[in-house]
Nanobody
Framework: QVQLVESGGGLVQAGGSLRLSCAASGRTFSNYAMGWFRQAPGKEREFVATISRVSGTTDYADSVKGRFTMSRDNAKNTVYLQMNSLKPEDTAVYYC????WGVGSQDKKEYDYWGQGTQVTVSS
């Protein structure tokens, strides 16, 4: 069982930056590939970024490539999402997710555990 708690969301102007954090409980954090997803009002939850368990290999949605960077610190049981050059269309609730023994997937059905989400609002 893994519990995930996101933080770092807020209100920012277009062009600004935010860093989201996701802290995980448990002692086997390195067994989990991690992902960030987001959901805007009236839309389905969509993939943002993922990172593999140990090597830290990352993958990003085309819409955030070059602007967002995902990283992990296995010693701190934490993953991060650095978001730069934010746009109004990035406004959504951002969710952290964990995929046990996964390799890092864009498919939300692969993830076993989810956080409660953190709101990101980008004003124009």
């Amino acid at each position: 069982q893994v519990q995930l708690v996101e933080s770092g969301g807020g209100l920012v102007q277009a062009g600004g930056s935010l860093r989201l954090s996701c802290a995980a409980s448990g002692r086997t954090f390195s067994n989990y590939a991690m992902g960030w997803f987001r959901q805007a009002p009236g839309k389905e939850r969509e993939f943002v970024a993922t990172i593999s368990r140990v090597s830290g290999t990352t993958d990003y949605a085309d819409s955030v490539k070059g602007r967002f960077t995902m990283s992990r610190d296995n010693a701190k049981n934490t993953v991060y999402l650095q978001m730069n050059s934010l746009k109004p269309e990035d406004t959504a609730v951002y969710y952290c997710a964990a995929d046990r023994w996964g390799v890092g997937s864009q498919d939300k059905k692969e993830y076993d555990y989810w956080g409660q989400g953190t709101q990101v609002t980008v004003s124009s």
